[in-house]
């Protein structure tokens, strides 16, 4: 066991969109694993258990050392390995390439596709993760590693398959990538130990490459995945990290229909890497915060939330003897899904933002006797978001690709000695979509391939506020109840308008490390 060490838990970025049940026996084993690894906490309730620990020049000074060609290579090879896979094993009808077909695909240039909501904001986003990691193991640094992971979305888009290249494949595979691939990153950093020999090492290795795959291809590549150094072999070190686990009950409502509800086993993640108030280091992602989601509940999506928010540079505002206030720069990538609903029919909610990026503001107080407070808000640009359609119900798709803003808000208080925590938090997105079809237009005969709209034009917003109280009922182990609202309100160009409300709660036990 990997005893001691903090490791991410964003391996669920390798989830498919349609898991096997072998896939989900997999992930959830790992997660049980990596769920007994100790840590240092700074979400609500603080449990204080490792030190930070430096990284050592000498690692430092060697893996940050670049190497473009192997970095290149490594990307052009996985785009030539997927389509490989994709052409001889899969046989997609999607992969029979040709010069002809290149050249179409230059000739008609970019258009938005209908894939599913999983499969673009989410599958594209973790495969430019590799691309960007392929990069970053190679000593490149976080803008640099997103240069090869436009190149290597550029190339698939327009080499690697017969379908039109994607502009929404374009910009969610580099950015989220970026978002994904750095978390990876870090992740696969803190679980490498070379000073170990024998299973102990191997178990880490491994680790290392579930997390981030590219990376350890590049130890093995070098044949550092086997040697002995007197140095743990990170970049980072030994970082703060937080991290809470909660299983239990969770139910979900479509607009009040509780008989129809569906309910069944839910896990969520929540982890925080960094201090929230250093400012001292430049480096992206030196903070971030990640929650995830996974439900075993009939009909619904295995995958049911991300959210992910990563600070790109940061400023202090003050410091003072009973306060701290920073203001940064912040990458944001959200993602909820949901599938319909009982005997309605309906589906609840849908949303993908793999490329955002805003202001955002931490305020925590000093530890008072009997509480401590902290607080944050975000203000962001969305560059590229996709939000649940009622009519836009075609091909693989039911969404509409859109662009606009989104606000973020909440507050932690934590009462008598850290026995009580009480969370809230409110998210609100508007998104805008610009190019629709032609009304009228018949979607069950239209050519998918060739269409080239944004969805129904509009204008929708989503609300989804979190109220969440944990109760420490032994040691490092809570009682918590989880409360959920959505609120979607979209305004169409050629149909009426649209309100839905959902709800879900969760009755859950938190484990905090």
């Not at 890497?273 to 295995?302: C, H, I, N, V, W």
């Not at 109280?469 to 309100?489: E, I, K, M």
Request: one cysteine or more; glycine letters at 8%.
């Amino acid at each position: 066991m990997l005893s001691g060490q903090p490791i991410m838990l964003i391996f669920i970025a390798m989830l498919i969109i349609r898991p096997s049940s072998l896939l989900k026996r997999l992930i959830l084993f790992l997660f049980f694993i990596v769920a007994s690894l100790s840590a240092f906490s700074q979400i609500p309730i603080r449990i204080r258990v490792t030190e930070e620990i430096p990284p050592d020049s000498a690692d430092v000074e060697r893996m940050t050392k670049r190497h473009f060609w192997r970095a290149s290579a490594e990307v052009a090879g996985m785009n030539l390995s997927l389509w490989a896979f994709d052409r001889f094993v899969q046989h997609g009808d999607f992969s029979y390439i040709s010069l002809n077909t290149i050249k179409e695909n230059f000739k008609v240039g970019f258009k938005w596709d209908n894939d599913k909501l999983g499969t673009n904001t989410f599958a594209h986003p973790y495969n430019g993760s590799l691309y960007y990691n392929a990069a970053r193991s190679n000593g490149f640094n976080f803008w640099q590693s997103e240069l090869f992971a436009i190149a290597g979305s550029g190339m698939w888009e327009l080499f690697m398959e017969r379908e039109y290249p994607s502009t929404n494949d374009f910009i969610a595979t580099p950015i989220g990538g970026a978002a994904l691939g750095e978390v990876l990153f870090r992740a696969s950093d803190a679980v490498l130990d070379d000073r170990l020999t024998g299973g102990a090492r191997a178990g880490r290795e491994i680790a290392c490459f579930i997390l981030s795959p590219m990376k350890e291809i590049n130890r093995i590549i070098t044949g550092e995945a086997w040697k002995v150094r007197p140095t743990r072999g990170r970049l980072f070190g030994q970082p703060n990290f937080a991290l809470r686990a909660s299983v239990g009950y969770r139910a979900l409502e479509y607009n009040g229909h509780f008989r129809d509800m569906h309910q069944g086993l839910a896990i969520q993640i929540d982890a925080e890497y960094g201090d929230r108030f250093e400012t001292k280091s430049k480096a992206p992602y030196d903070y971030f915060t990640f929650k995830a989601q996974l439900q075993m509940m009939k009909t619904q999506p295995f995958l049911t939330q991300i959210e992910l928010k990563g600070r790109l540079l940061a400023r202090e505002l003050f410091d003072k003897h009973d306060s701290k206030g920073s203001i940064g720069l912040y990458q944001h990538f959200d993602f909820y899904d949901s599938d319909t609903i009982g005997t309605l029919h309906k589906v609840p909610f849908k949303l993908g933002i793999p490329a955002s990026v805003g202001a955002g503001f931490l305020f925590r107080d000093i530890d008072r006797k009997h509480h401590t407070f902290d607080c944050f808000a975000h203000a962001n640009i969305v560059m590229l978001g996709s939000i649940l359609s009622d009519h836009y119900t075609t091909d693989d798709r039911n969404y509409n690709w859109a662009t606009g803003f989104s606000l973020k808000g909440g507050a932690n208080l934590v009462l008598h000695r850290n026995r009580l925590a009480i969370s809230v938090s409110h998210n609100y997105y508007r998104l805008f979509t610009l190019t629709g079809y032609q009304y009228g237009t018949d979607l069950r005969v239209v050519n998918f391939r060739k269409l080239n709209v944004m969805g129904d034009k509009s204008v929708a917003s989503l609300n989804m506020t979190e109220a969440r109280v944990d109760w420490r009922v032994w040691r490092h182990l809570f009682a918590t109840f989880l409360f959920t609202n959505y609120a979607r309100s979209s305004h169409y160009r050629d149909f009426l308008p649209v309100r839905t409300n959902s709800m879900s709660f969760a009755l859950m036990a938190s484990y905090k490390f």
